[in-house]
């Protein structure tokens, strides 16, 4: 590769200042479908809530995980309390009966027990008592998780949002709060990228191919495992937090509210200045991580396009170029990504701060209380551990906002697509018959989302058990129009009409099953020559599967395959030829055998021999339904019974070849002439 | 193991039951291959990990130093400063050891110190959570400039892979790899070898201090030692195998993905969205459950050595408390004073026992942790470098000669090529091509045509005999020489993203827009160009949906002619143009053709007669070669048959004959 660029040096280096600021709008992705992707507060409380209701269908196992999160609340009321009878009457020395302050209620069982004991004694019942709590709830060990290492690339992190899981407790209770945690997360993201992955696979075609695939890839696999998480930042954890925060601010009033009430209303500020502090920065949170998502997204779009195409970038030999794209846009979205972390670091610092001025100010009141004598050494170990269990709660009740903001983009991410338009929804619930009259064009005429006409007052018969050519010149309209068939696009004017019925009426499934398109393009997918077929038509038995290869002109090639149609294709069947996969789509659409069978360009990558047989074929096929074929090649269109003949976007002339050969004046005439050979009508 | 073997073995995953060993010598392997990606950050790296080093001395310090001030000298007060401590606290010598004469400080005293302490950790609180921040970004910074190098290099080395591999691994598992292995090579320079490296230096600290405070205390770190250990031996080769099930299905529930999106228009045209959903929502339950199975062994796995580590941790503190109850003596020399500040068993010493044993049992419990995510990881490795691994099959040699300046002829020479060994495609095949002439390679669907074109592309190499330009033989040229003398329009017309004077002047930097307006000409593009909305200006969509296939196919021609290379080949040119444009961008071509040579692949007829030459290719060779009238006027030759059914339909050739 050429010296100039390096790939192993770092590019860019920019004021990190500017990048946030300043060039917040210039931002721009591959997004064709999905651009407005500015989200306000109230868009972000309504996504969110829309997300809550996402709970509904596993609501079993979410009750289960609340009831398994109070687990915590057992450490965090006791050890504080155990600490300080360690601290004075351990280490201390003191006589147990020296109490002067009130413990807790629920420590009156232990302390009950403790009464008369030495400190060796007091300390041996206290190992006990902290063994039990290890084995049940893992006290003194640590939580359950299973995080494998993540980088700091969506993908990772995705993969560790939906099954790292993740308890507070340990022992058995932190087992067992995994397992549902994991399980619930998991059916949630597999309900929710379910719904996602059909929202996407059922857009109107139009759309589907303005969609980018990256980006679809993206919104799927990385965007829906962020879902779950919201759901649980808004309902478990604040809940969780406030009646544990709760309990602990109770437990100070209870305790020590006689000895310095001052104690109390300090750790209720903690909650008003934790939410003033985050709640301003929320907005410029999400719009961090809304452009580090879409950069993400971008990159991947720019690596499966490069890929996708890797023919022609290696034979036009733009490796350099498209390796440069994929750099380029790979450093803007690990950029992006580190521009996310520094708001996050710097809203955690400002919180930081001033909750541990806070604290040091109140712990300073505390250690002149112990100076004094009124406290001993333990309460104050006591104290500061429940006022940094309150300030944590405080500080992650403010940071719930901010949470919610990362994943909101991913949401939107998501419902969008799930929101769309689907094919379905344009459609009524007629069944359709078989086919009697044929299909009518009723004053049609199509534009593109643009406004450009790609088909203008269309007004065309085609009656059934005939085989019908579509000719014209390149964009005249041809595919278009044969795409208002199976609805794949839908007038703009006019409609479409099926044995009288309008297309529209008719129920999608129905319409689709009576009416085939075997596209211009030959999509394989990398499964066996049978599953590719089956797509088609799963139903189909082993003797149609031969007899559509057969009639397709596949046999020929397939014979010489090691498992015959159970070979598996390459990627997107790249191991074959062009003509190869032409003549396996042919086969795919003829399996079908549905009324009405629609080929566009069928023959343009086959050989005269298998062109003529697939022909005969055809001509033999539309004795009881109605073939339509878009083609150029002379050899294929003078067998029709009628010709279509258009340019730029209108039906001209309309007969069999002959008769449109007969007259001198004719455009079909003019453009066979052209063809090259004699014509042979005139031979 | 049997759930976790699947029917889907992408090329290159080592089976589930052979997962890749992780031994010492491949950590240092792989190590070995990230260290160009990491060399042009050493300064970076090294400095940044002796900040890391200096701020956890600073730390340490600072903690024992405030414990023993807290706890001993404010809260319970019974001592005096130390002189070290009193300096640092700019407290004169009547709060120390020597001064005043009184055994314990007055309460005066403690509050004074106690505020001197506070005002410290405020300092310390302002300029730690600043430099955290630094050094964070700074961090991030360096690690994503490697992954960075990496994903690049990644893909770079993927773009000049062979076709061959290409057309057998899918997509989406590229995409997978690069997107989300690459990530793990960043872990493994931070979790491999940096995080042992900062566990064991935590580790010997934290015995450190335990050593100056009590050696005994080390045997009951020693007695959890073994069973963890042999615990983790007993868990490895599950974790690892099923750390491998999961990459595998969740690489492949990627790839299917890809895949369906790919094809959306047949799924949408065959109403097959049920079977897809039903497909995806059955890849996408094998990769969660997978994804469940290999954590809940590493759980069940941490689980065990926290119960055990809990119980050791435990155990010290109740032997810690009745020393701290009996104030025993400590005897810590006075040079680490500065480091573990206790003259007894006192509540400070209590704390800091408690913390370190505390400590050293959760670094170890890191450790068993971090080598269960490290099977992970390596088996992530393992497939990320399969791709850097994979030698290009087409590679320039290492003194290229250079291009002629002047292509007079091209030969292939008793070539053969066949993609499977099985099914020779090419077979012993000659052909001569000279400077001026239009040569139609024309056969049956199948026949090698597109392949006999790759080679001159060097896309592919003759598995015997050669290629020659002016009797050169093409592997003796470099591979960009090559391809940059040669444009080609390829039958698929594929588009890019960009505009379409982006897509006509693709991968030619700085072109100006004459060059594209008239290849676009030549093309016979211009027409319709001008007619979209922005002109050449104009986007295209994810392969240029938005152009009718004829459109598109005009676009690649003209983004072959652009390239005004000597050598031009045209891969069904005319296959979705209308007679009309076919006729008038032929008349172009053969024009602006006349100082190169030109190749045509096609089946139309109106086509080939324009050619020169026509090469009938059948059966891996060319069957037959001259003008069109030479071979029409051969009685019964092959392209004779073939024209006749072209124009009359085969039935009637066969009548005919």
Same mark, same amino acid.
């Given at each position: ?29 591959d997004d ?9 507060n ?22 289960a ?27 201390g ?15 009156d ?34 939580g ?5 290492y ?11 949002q ?28 597999n ?21 980018r695939i ?35 601010i ?8 006689d ?22 920065f ?58 996310a ?42 104290l ?15 940071d ?36 009697s ?38 964009g005249?309209g ?7 068939i ?41 499964e ?115 010709i ?17 050969m ?5 455009q ?16 | ?18 997962a ?29 990990l002796?900040l ?38 700019w ?16 309460d ?9 302490l ?6 310390l ?19 994503h ?43 493994l ?12 230096f ?11 405070l009590a ?12 069973p ?12 690892r ?22 094809a959306?228009?047949i ?20 990769a ?24 050791c941790?435990?155990?010290t ?12 003596g ?6 680490m ?26 670094q /170890?419990? #890191?450790?068993?942790?971090m080598? !269960?995510? @490290?099977?992970? $990881? ?5 497939? +990320?470098?399969? &791709?850097?691994?994979?030698e ?20 292939w ?19 001569v091509?000279d ?8 056969g049956?669907? /199948?026949s #090698?045509?597109?392949?006999?074109? !790759?080679? @001159?592309?060097r $896309?592919?190499d003759p598995?015997?005999? +050669?290629?020659? &330009?002016?009797?050169?033989d ?17 039958q ?11 897509n006509i ?23 319709f ?16 949906v ?62 080939i ?49």
């Amino acid at each position: 590769m050429s010296d100039g660029s390096d790939p192993n040096t770092p590019r860019r280096r920019e004021g990190l200042l500017e990048s946030i600021f300043g060039k917040g709008g210039r931002a721009q992705y591959d997004d064709q479908v999905d651009i407005d992707t500015e989200l306000s507060n109230k868009e972000t409380f309504f996504l969110v809530g829309r997300a809550v209701g996402l709970l509904k269908p596993v609501k079993k196992l979410f009750f289960a995980k609340f009831l398994l999160s109070t687990g915590m609340w057992v450490p965090g009321l006791l050890l504080p309390w155990i600490g300080k009878i360690i601290v004075d009457h351990v280490v201390g020395g003191k006589a147990l009966d020296d109490v002067e302050l009130r413990y807790p209620p629920f420590m009156d069982p232990i302390l009950a027990s403790l009464q008369g004991l030495g400190p060796m004694q007091i300390m041996m019942v206290l190992s006990i008592l902290y063994v039990g709590l290890l084995f049940f709830i893992g006290t003194r060990a640590g939580g359950t998780g299973a995080y494998l290492y993540e980088g700091s690339d969506a993908a990772t992190q995705a993969e560790n949002q939906i099954s790292g899981g993740g308890s507070e407790a340990g022992g058995l209770w932190g087992l067992l709060e995994y397992w549902v945690n994991v399980r619930l997360t998991q059916r949630m993201v597999n309900l929710l990228r379910t719904d996602l992955f059909e929202g996407l696979t059922r857009l109107s075609l139009t759309t589907v191919q303005d969609q980018r695939i990256g980006d679809s890839m993206y919104r799927v696999l990385y965007d829906a495992p962020m879902v779950p998480d919201v759901v649980y930042q808004l309902t478990l954890r604040p809940l969780a937090i406030l009646i544990a925060a709760l309990i602990q601010i109770y437990l100070i009033e209870y305790t020590y509210g006689d000895i310095s009430p001052e104690l109390v209303w300090l750790a209720w500020s903690a909650f008003p200045i934790a939410i003033a502090i985050t709640f301003p920065f929320s907005g410029l949170i999400r719009r961090t991580n809304q452009t580090k998502r879409a950069a993400g997204s971008s990159t991947t779009s720019s690596m499966e396009e490069s890929l996708d195409s890797i023919t022609a970038v290696q034979s036009l030999g733009g490796m350099e170029r498209e390796k440069e794209r994929f750099a380029e846009r790979s450093e803007e979205s690990f950029l992006r990504e580190r521009y996310a972390i520094v708001v996050w670091a710097i809203v955690v610092a400002l919180g930081g701060i001033f909750l541990s001025s806070l604290l040091i100010y109140w712990g300073r009141g505390v250690a002149h209380n112990v100076i004094v004598g009124l406290l001993t050494p333990g309460d104050f170990f006591a104290l500061i551990g429940i006022l940094v269990a309150i300030f944590y709660a405080a500080g992650e009740l403010g940071d719930t906002w901010i949470f919610v903001q990362e994943p909101a983009a991913a949401l939107r991410r998501v419902f969008f697509f799930i929101d769309q338009e689907r094919d379905e929804d344009a459609h009524g619930e007629e069944e359709m018959g078989t086919l009697s009259d044929g299909v009518t064009f009723e004053n049609l005429s199509y534009e593109y989302p643009d406004g450009s006409a790609a088909l203008k007052e269309i007004d065309l018969e085609l009656p059934t058990n005939s085989f019908v050519a579509i000719v014209g010149p390149t964009g005249a309209g041809k595919t278009s129009l044969a795409y208002m068939i199976p609805a794949l696009l839908r007038p703009t004017r006019g409609r479409v009409l099926i044995d009288g019925i309008d297309v529209t009426r008719v129920h999608l499934d129905s319409l689709r099953r009576q009416v085939t398109y075997v596209f211009q393009e030959h999509l394989l997918l990398s499964e066996s020559i049978r599953d590719n077929l089956g797509i088609a038509n799963p139903d189909a038995t082993e003797s149609e599967l031969l007899d559509a290869l057969q009639t397709a002109g596949c046999m020929d090639f397939i014979a010489s395959m090691p498992q015959g149609i159970d070979t598996v294709l390459g990627r997107s069947g790249e191991t074959l030829s062009v003509g190869q996969q032409q003549r396996l789509s042919i086969a795919r659409g003829l399996i079908r055998n549905s009324q009405i069978l629609i080929l566009d360009e069928p023959t343009a990558a086959l050989d005269p021999v298998a062109e003529n047989r697939l022909v005969e074929a055809l001509t033999e096929i539309s004795k009881d339904r109605l073939v339509i074929v878009i083609a150029h090649r002379l050899s294929t269109i003078r067998r029709a019974d009628r010709i279509v003949f258009m340019d730029q976007g209108r039906v001209l002339e309309v007969g069999s070849h002959d008769a449109l050969m007969r007259d001198n004046e004719s455009q079909y005439r003019r453009y066979a002439m052209l063809q090259g050979v004699d014509s042979p009508a005139e031979r | 193991m049997s759930e976790a073997r699947f029917q889907v073995n992408l090329p290159g995953d080592p089976d589930v039951e052979d997962a890749p060993r992780i031994t010492g010598r491949r950590i240092l392997e792989l190590a070995a291959k990230t260290w160009p990606f990491l060399r042009p950050l050493k300064m970076h790296l090294i400095f940044y990990l002796i900040l890391i080093g200096l701020s956890g001395l600073v730390g340490t310090v600072a903690y024992t130093q405030g414990l023993d001030l807290l706890s001993n000298k404010v809260l319970v007060g019974e001592e005096k400063l130390l002189p070290l401590q009193a300096s640092l606290l700019w407290l004169d010598d009547s709060f120390g050891d020597a001064g005043a004469g009184l055994e314990v400080p007055t309460d005066e005293q403690r509050k004074i110190v106690l505020d001197r302490l506070l005002i410290w950790m405020a300092i310390l609180l302002v300029v730690g959570i600043g430099s955290f921040i630094a050094i964070w970004y700074w961090g991030t910074w360096i690690w994503h400039s490697v992954n960075q190098s990496l994903r690049v290099a990644m893909v770079e080395h993927s773009q000049h892979l062979s076709l061959r591999h290409h057309s057998d691994t899918r997509v989406g598992d590229t995409v997978f790899r690069v997107y989300q292995d690459s990530a793990q090579i960043i872990n493994l320079i931070q979790e491999g070898l940096i995080g042992p490296m900062g566990l064991l230096f935590g580790l010997i600290w934290a015995i450190v201090l335990i050593v100056l405070l009590a050696p005994s205390l080390l045997l009951a770190l020693f007695i959890v030692v073994v069973p963890t250990v042999w615990l983790t031996i007993a868990f490895t080769p599950r974790i690892r195998r099923r750390a491998l099930a999961n990459r595998v299905a969740n690489s492949d529930l990627t790839s299917r993905l890809q895949e369906t999106f790919v094809a959306a228009k047949i799924i949408k045209a065959n109403r097959a969205e049920d079977g897809a959903l039903q497909r995806f929502d059955k890849d996408s339950h094998r990769a969660l459950d997978a994804a469940f199975r290999v954590r809940l062994e590493m759980i069940v796995l941490s689980l065990l050595v926290m119960m055990m580590g809990g119980l050791c941790v435990i155990s010290t503190e109740y032997f810690m408390a009745s020393w701290s109850n009996e104030r025993l003596g400590l005897n810590v020399p006075a040079a680490m004073a500065f480091l573990v500040p206790f003259v007894a068993w006192n509540l400070g010493a209590f704390q800091f026992g408690r913390d370190q044993t505390g400590g050293a049992i959760g670094q /170890g419990y #890191g450790a068993v942790r971090m080598w !269960s995510q @490290l099977q992970d $990881l390596f088996i992530a490795l393992e497939r +990320a470098f399969f &791709i850097l691994d994979l030698e290009p099959e087409v590679e320039s040699p290492d003194n290229p000669e250079p291009f002629p300046v002047e292509v007079e002829r091209l030969e292939w020479r008793a070539v053969d090529f066949a993609y499977e060994p099985s099914h020779p495609v090419l077979a012993s095949l000659d052909l001569v091509a000279d400077v001026g002439t239009i040569t139609a390679i024309v056969g049956a669907t /199948g026949s #090698g045509k597109s392949t006999l074109m !790759s080679m @001159l592309l060097r $896309l592919y190499d003759p598995d015997q005999g +050669a290629v020659s &330009i002016n009797g050169v033989d093409l592997k003796r040229l470099s591979v960009e020489d090559v391809r940059a003398n040669t444009a080609i329009a390829l039958q698929k017309n594929v588009l890019f993203t960009g505009s379409v004077a982006d897509n006509i002047g693709y991968a030619i930097p700085n072109i100006d827009r004459d060059r594209i307006v008239e290849a676009a000409k030549i093309a016979c593009a211009d027409e319709f160009i001008d007619e979209l909305d922005r002109g050449y200006d104009t986007e295209l969509g994810e392969r240029g949906v938005k152009l009718s296939t004829g459109q598109r196919q005009r676009l690649s021609i003209a983004r072959a002619v652009v390239r005004d290379t000597p050598i031009l080949i045209l891969d069904e040119p005319t296959a979705s143009l209308d007679a009309v444009n076919e006729q008038r961008v032929l008349a172009n071509l053969e024009q602006w053709g006349r100082q190169r040579v030109v190749f045509l692949i096609t089946h139309r007829l109106s086509t080939i007669r324009e050619a020169d030459t026509i090469a009938f290719l059948e059966e891996g060779r060319i069957a037959e070669l001259g003008s069109h009238d030479e071979l029409m006027s051969r009685e019964d030759g092959r392209y004779r048959r073939f024209v006749r059914a072209e124009t009359l339909g085969l039935a009637e050739a066969m009548r005919d004959e």
